[in-house]
């Protein structure tokens, strides 16, 4: 049973601010031996359920936050980018991933009390619909992977952030709550022996689920996909148009109509390119 293993750093354990999560800033080294932390921990997780082959994406930023040496030998890493799937880099590997798991997520833009919460760009993404469904990362990679029959078995992050997880993919997903956020940039946090622990269980869970035939269904749109991207200001919007087959409703609108959800998935990927000042 082959895991992927999806690591945004938002949601990771501890953190609660953008100068944890970007490089060059003084906090960001901290903010990598924290998610290192909870990679791990999922990665033990995974084993302990039965994986026996996982690989971690690299999934925040440039995709270069994980630190190999100090990965949990038993996985492979992809890092870098831009890779063609992104968060979701290796879910068309050969032989394929049996499953995913979201690890650090953050809640979609907009939410309430969520920390860091964002739709892939703090500064030029508002909100995203599929098929009229706003979404936030947790559901445009869900879809994605239910795309190629992958479910998201197990998802760590805040409690705004699991509660959107379980409020899309149903109660069977596997949650690690592993901070209460109080602010966008506040939360309690758990001791990281405890969080971990909720990690490696939750990855556990989520593999035994699987095998059991207990696991959410992947999550499949239907077809044609709609998407529906709102910007924050309309220069983004005047680039992002450039992309061929957009449309264009409103000043900070686009509207895109997809064959299937890998093309609607790059079709957003293409819009927030060239949404630049
Ligand atoms: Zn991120």
Not at 79 to 96: E, I, V
Request: aromatic share 6%; charged share 20%.
């Amino acid at each position: 049973m082959k895991l992927l293993i999806s690591a945004d750093m938002e949601g990771i354990s501890g953190i609660v601010a953008w100068e944890q999560t970007t490089p060059g800033q003084i906090e960001y080294a901290r903010g990598r031996r924290l998610m290192m932390g909870d990679v791990n921990a999922a990665v033990n997780g995974a084993f302990e359920g039965g994986a026996d082959e996982v690989v971690v994406s690299d999934a925040h930023g440039d995709a270069r936050n994980l630190l190999l040496e100090e990965l949990d030998p038993r996985a492979r890493l992809n890092s870098g980018s831009p890779s063609p799937f992104s968060m979701l880099q290796s879910l068309d590997d050969t032989p394929a991933p049996n499953a995913l798991l979201l690890l650090g997520y953050h809640a979609l833009s907009g939410t309430r009390k969520g920390v860091l919460d964002h739709t892939w760009s703090d500064e030029r993404i508002r909100a995203v619909f599929l098929n009229d469904q706003l979404v936030g990362e947790i559901g445009l990679n869900a879809a994605l992977a239910g795309a190629y029959g992958v479910p998201v078995v197990a998802l760590t992050g805040d409690q705004h952030t699991c509660a959107e997880g379980q409020d899309l993919l149903g109660p069977a997903l596997e949650i690690a709550v592993v901070k209460s956020a109080t602010g966008r940039y506040a939360a309690q946090c758990l001791p990281l022996p405890e969080a971990r622990e909720r990690i490696c269980e939750a990855a556990a869970r989520g593999l035994l689920r699987l095998r059991e035939g207990r696991a959410p269904a992947p999550l499949v749109v239907s077809l044609p996909v709609r998407l529906a991207v709102e910007f924050v200001f309309t220069q983004h919007v005047d680039r992002a148009f450039l992309l061929p087959g957009a449309e264009r409703p409103g000043g900070t609108r686009l509207e895109y109509t997809a064959p299937d959800m890998l093309t609607a998935h790059r079709a957003f990927r293409a819009m927030v390119a060239l949404a630049r000042d």
